[in-house]
T-cell receptor
């Protein structure tokens, strides 16, 4: 039973389109995250939610809008996709926002913008 | 200058070799240091975690932190082909209540039989 699951695993789309990625965790964790990993493997935090409340919002274009309907789910919607949005997007969770650093990652959603 | 610097490699070693992976950082507020392992097409998974300076050993893996030099290392003894992966260091600054991990760029390791 997958702890952190993301869908879809692969997205290929045209510039200008809108797309969503969904994430669910069954670990009972309070905190969820979206990370972006570029082609050079650099992993950078985008957003974090603690119990449905946005607590980290890095400098990300406002075309990216996260939404957490409950503490087990975190979605990411991207409007007007650009070539530079091509990356792997990872969802992660942790027990709480105060934990020492153990994040549980999903397998990633690989976005390719043509 | 990035907050965390990590040589991307790739690093190729024969099976059985001792591997040394390193990161340097600039923020002296970092207190918690982690190593994550990421297999190809998978998400990162926590491998080692240390607090402040010192060593921590877990089987074939040893993590070292030298806060005075702002330098952390991961040593892998008797490396195996199954250790082939990208290794990412990560660090956490003292929280303003928020757990923001800063990752290095990752070092790709290949262990060949």
């Amino acid at each position: 039973d997958t702890a952190v699951s993301q869908t879809p695993k692969y997205l290929v789309t045209q510039m200008g389109n809108d797309k969503s990625i969904k994430c669910e965790q069954n670990l009972g964790h309070d905190t969820m995250y979206w990370y972006k990993q570029d082609s050079k493997k650099f992993l950078k935090i985008m957003f974090s939610y603690n119990n449905k409340e946005l607590i980290i919002n890095e400098t990300v274009p406002n075309r990216f809008s996260p939404k957490s309907p409950d503490k087990a789910h975190l979605n990411l919607h991207i409007n007007s996709l650009e070539l530079g949005d091509s990356a792997v997007y990872f969802c992660a969770s942790s027990q709480s926002y105060l934990n020492t650093g153990e994040l549980f990652f999903g397998e990633g959603s690989r976005l390719t913008v043509l | 200058q990035k907050e965390v610097e990590q040589d991307p490699g790739p690093l190729s070693v024969p099976e059985g070799a001792i591997v040394s992976l390193n990161c340097t950082y600039s923020n002296s507020a970092f207190q918690y240091f982690m190593w994550y392992r990421q297999y190809s097409r998978k998400g990162p998974e926590l491998l080692m975690y240390t607090y402040s300076s010192g060593n921590k050993e877990d089987g074939r893996f040893t993590a070292q932190v030298d806060k005075s030099s702002k330098y952390i290392s991961l040593f892998i003894r008797d490396s195996q082909p199954s250790d082939s992966a990208t290794y990412l260091c990560a660090m956490r600054s003292l929280p303003g209540g928020y757990n923001k991990l800063i990752f290095g760029a990752g070092t790709r390791l290949a262990v060949h039989p």
